[in-house]
């Protein structure tokens, strides 16, 4: 049996554009400190969600990380286990971490952006952005 308008529209709802206001300065600043820097304000990106609220919430934070000027990007290697996907979830949210380095003066919270783990010398490195 074919399904009919009224049980599809049932079923379905019709997509919504959410937009993030683009800062010119920040846009320049950006370009003329990363040369290499790809501006995509103008590319969507197709993502799905149960409202527009949500969907909102993660492109503001999307677009405050894409936005910073000279972001914290840094790989640490560490020789403790870091169990991210057991005793740290990764979901519903990526694992965020206060970072301390006096070395540096660094001492901010940054997103996990990947995790490897070397078999041989039981050695852990993840990867973070800020």
């Known amino acids: 049996m074919a399904a009919t308008p009224a049980d599809i529209a049932k079923y379905t709802t019709d997509g919504v554009v959410v937009t993030s206001p683009t800062n010119p300065a920040v846009s320049a ?12 304000a103008d590319r ?5 969600f149960d409202s527009a609220a ?26 403790e ?8 979830p990764v979901a519903p949210n ?9 070395a540096i003066n660094l001492d901010t919270l940054v997103r996990t952006r990947a995790y490897a783990q070397d078999m041989n010398t039981d050695r852990f490195s ?5």
Not at 44 to 48: L, T
Not at 94 to 102: I, L
């Open 29 to 40: 600043a950006i370009a003329a400190d990363h040369i290499d820097a790809i501006n995509g």
């Open 44 to 48: 969507e990106i197709e993502m799905f």
């Open 54 to 79: 949500d969907a909102q919430v993660l492109l503001d934070e999307r677009f405050a990380y894409l936005s910073k000027i000279n972001p914290v990007h840094v790989g640490i290697e560490v020789e």
């Open 81 to 88: 286990a870091i169990d991210i996907g057991g005793v740290i």
């Open 94 to 102: 990526v694992p965020t971490f206060r970072v301390v380095d006096d």
């Open 126 to 130: 993840v990867e973070v952005l800020a």
